[in-house]
């Protein structure tokens, strides 16, 4: 096996797993998920020489990760305007019993439902992935500030909608 | 303090990045602030929430299109190992051209006045004209009518067959019901004149036993009477 294969298997082999379960956060699905672990790798793969060692590894490849699961999100947004009522009854009746899941992921995972997507990404990003105000602003696109005020912003929603709630996404 | 800038210091505070002071001047906000307060909470909530996840293991069938090998991934980083898919299907594409050339080769397709014939590797080969093959059609239309006619009628007399033995079975068992039956009131007939001498013999004894009891009882009163008499002529 090529050197540089190796390199690639080892590298995926050792965020992989971190990036699903990001991507299960992010989406509340199994499916949507591994949709963003392919798309994130693919693209990490393209622009693995773009990379140049300025700040962490893992922060470059959460950027990638943000982008792709916020494209993604926003693409089956549009999908579920069309598909509303049908969505819904989805929702409803089929809490994904496919997924092995712990009855604490589940909740978890409802809970993050309850925000919407920014500010599901900013607690992820900070509580889950434990990166810096100014690593997340970059991967965001923001200013620190910015960065901090969301995530108090969105622990402020948390507070307003109890579990098991549904809040309006934007 | 504001509660604005209190939050904004909520993260530092819980990690301990903050100096003396301005940790003095958070907690002294916090004990006065509900809102705060309770945003801290939550703070800590979130974090806990956070570290109760249980990581989830990517699933098996997940096919992994950023491996090299995987179906449909790409291979490695060189010009030259991207041919590899390619050449993985080689063999199969050479294996069909090959059968391909091999069937097309043997096939002939010879044509005359008459007719023509589709055949693969004969050299001799009947050509068969238009009124022929209507001929040939109709005689395989009689025989088939022919065939299915047979085939009706050795099913209908299956049917019969099976019809006539179900009939002989239901007779048969009617039979040896009615057999039973008739046997079951011989025994009946039996016990009931078994029991009916027995009655009469019970009778029988009764009688007797009354009848020696009646002639005691007279001859008890005949000898009463003498005594009586004989009583009476002494006085």
Redesign the interface.
Same mark, same amino acid.
């Given at each position: 096996m090529k050197g540089s294969e190796k390199a690639w298997l080892a590298l995926v082999k050792r965020y992989e797993n971190r990036v699903y379960n990001y991507a299960l956060r992010m989406s509340g699905n199994a499916d949507d998920a591994l949709d963003i672990v392919q798309d994130t790798f693919m693209a990490v793969y393209r622009n693995l020489e773009s990379y140049r060692g300025e700040g962490a590894f893992p922060a470059w490849l959460f950027r990638i990760a943000v982008f792709r699961s916020t494209d993604l999100l926003r693409r089956r947004h549009k999908f579920s305007e069309f598909f509303e009522e049908l969505i819904d009854q989805k929702n409803d009746n089929d809490p994904e019993p496919h997924l092995q899941q712990t009855r604490n992921n589940r909740d978890i995972l409802n809970r993050l439902q309850t925000l919407s997507n920014d500010s599901r990404q900013i607690v992820e990003l900070k509580f889950f992935q434990h990166f810096t105000f100014e690593e997340i602003a970059g991967q965001l696109g923001i200013s620190s500030n910015t960065a901090k005020s969301r995530l108090y912003a969105a622990l402020k929603k948390m507070r307003e909608v109890a579990p098991g709630d549904k809040a309006i996404r934007s | 303090m504001q509660c604005s800038h209190c939050?904004?210091l =909520?993260?530092d505070y819980d990690s301990g990045a903050l100096g003396p002071l301005e940790r003095e001047s958070v907690s002294r906000h916090l004990d006065q602030c509900d809102d705060c307060a309770?945003?801290l909470a939550?703070?800590f909530?979130?974090?806990l929430?956070?570290s %109760?996840?249980?990581?989830? !293991?990517? #699933?098996a069938f997940? #096919? %992994? !299109?950023? =491996? #090299?090998f995987e179906p449909g991934g790409?291979a490695?980083?060189?010009g030259f190992?991207n041919w590899g898919p390619l050449l993985a299907t080689l063999p199969s594409v050479v294996a069909v051209v090959l059968a391909l050339v091999l069937v097309l080769s043997r096939m002939e397709l010879p044509v005359n006045t008459d007719g023509y014939a589709v055949a693969a590797d004969v050299s001799d080969v009947d050509y068969v004209s238009g009124e022929q093959l209507d001929q040939r059609l109709e005689d395989f239309e009689i025989i088939q009518n022919e065939r299915l006619s047979q085939a009706v009628y050795q099913l209908r007399s299956r049917q019969i067959q099976q019809i006539e033995s179900s009939q002989l079975l239901l007779r048969t068992l009617l039979e040896v019901n009615r057999q039973e039956r008739y046997q079951d009131m011989d025994k009946l007939m039996v016990a009931w004149v078994q029991a009916q001498e027995q009655q009469s013999v019970s009778t029988e004894q009764d009688l007797r036993y009354l009848l020696a009891k009646q002639r005691e009882d007279d001859l008890r009163l005949r000898q009463l009477s003498s005594a009586i008499r004989q009583v009476g002529n002494k006085q």
């Open positions: - | 939050e904004s =909520l993260m309770s945003q939550q703070l909530e979130v974090q929430m956070a %109760r996840w249980q990581d989830e !293991r990517i #699933p997940h #096919p %992994r !299109r950023y =491996l #090299p790409f490695g980083t060189t190992s």
